[in-house]
């Protein structure tokens, strides 16, 4: 009478490999090594219900235990398995798992990625704004001023595109908090600071808390946080700039002076004059007219009304060796050597 053999349940097949699996995590002698290489070759389904367990742990080992258990409990009732019952696990049940574990880290990943809240926000000449992201910071734009902001599951991003803004920074350890502005970065946790970026111009000031600012050789090495050329650490009260790709020594700043510009006054701390000029013409056309770009290379020290520039071009003779003429609606602000008026 002829018989065939009987085919092993599935069952029994992963009961099996389980079974390596943990003889192998205690140590397999030669002999044994050679018993287990025998069972792989001896049936098909012997490797491959291998293959599914070794990738099922891979798998696992990936994820957290709140994944773990979030998997458990978003899978079906029959897979809803605790480890050590994984021999009893059918191999269908272990490829739906395999599955779904896989899924869920590509899906966890992809998440991630993902933005929560985006937003450009942006502010005309002369105008002020004060927005409140979704995470609790707050954010005050000055004139002529440009903000992305990019919220992740994970991370903060703001990129600080023209202008100046003071960032009021909800406190969460969890979710970093990042200034970029052209090829700086600055993170934070919990604070307040100014961050200004206008041409190659940039500056931090820290009102409140700590942060670290970095500086790359580029916008793009800034973005992926690839190899800073420079990083500072700023504690309330001091501040840095930068130009080009180096940032200065860290000087003290009054917490109070932090964004000054929010009432309208603009700080100046041995600025040239072309520079101050410059500034005034982000909150309107202020008609300051340099007759020479060697004056603009005089720097100047003092705090001014932004919306006023009149004010100061009268003011700018008595600290500065300048005259300034009003001609046609303008002030031309000339050298006194060279000028042959006097501003009335």
């Known amino acids: ?49 291998w ?4 990738a099922v742990d891979s798998l696992l080992g990936q994820a957290s235990p709140a994944q773990r258990d979030a998997l458990r409990q978003n899978l079906p009732p029959m897979l809803q398995v605790q480890a050590p019952q994984r021999s009893r696990w059918p191999l269908a049940a272990a490829a739906c798992l395999c599955c779904a574990i896989a899924g869920s ?34 954010l005050s734009l000055d004139s002529a001023t440009r903000v992305h902001v990019t ?37 934070v946790l919990g604070t ?7 041409g190659r ?38 501040q ?16 109070a002076a932090v964004a000054a510009w929010r009432s309208g006054r603009l700080l100046f701390d041995n600025t040239p004059l072309a520079e101050v000029i410059a500034e005034f013409n982000r909150y309107g056309h202020s008609q300051l007219q340099l007759h020479d770009s060697a004056s603009g290379q005089l720097r100047l020290t003092g705090t001014f009304n932004a919306y006023q520039p009149a004010q100061f071009a009268r003011a700018l ?14 002030w031309l602000i000339t050298p006194a050597r060279a000028a042959g008026h006097k501003l009335p």
């Open 240 to 255: 840095l700039a930068s130009h080009s790709t180096r940032l200065s020594q860290i000087t003290p700043v009054p917490p």
């Open 201 to 238: 111009s940039y500056q931090v000031a820290v009102a409140e808390g700590k942060v670290r600012v970095r500086q790359y050789a580029s916008s793009s090495d800034a973005d992926h946080d690839r190899q800073p050329l420079q990083q500072a650490t700023l504690q309330a009260g001091q």
């Open 51 to 54: 293959q599914q367990l070794v």
């Open 1 to 49: 009478m002829n018989t065939t053999p009987l085919t092993p349940t599935q069952d029994s097949i992963d009961h099996q490999a389980a079974q390596w699996q943990l003889r192998q995590q205690q140590g397999l002698s030669a002999r044994e090594h050679a018993t287990w290489q025998q069972w792989l070759a001896s049936h098909p389904a012997h490797a491959q219900a």
């Open 317 to 330: 003779p008595r600290v500065l060796p300048l005259v300034v003429v009003q001609q046609q609606g303008q």
């Open 192 to 198: 307040r600071l100014s961050v200004r970026q206008v």
């Open 105 to 138: 880290l590509g899906w966890h990943q992809w998440q991630q990625q993902q933005p929560v809240y985006q937003a450009t926000l942006a502010t005309a000449v002369g105008e002020q704004r004060q927005v409140t992201l979704p995470d609790g910071s707050r």
């Open 151 to 187: 919220l992740y599951r994970q991370q903060r991003d703001t990129r600080l595109l023209a202008g100046q803004a003071l960032f009021s920074v909800a406190p969460d350890k969890q979710r970093p908090f990042h200034v970029l502005a052209g090829s700086r970065r600055v993170t």
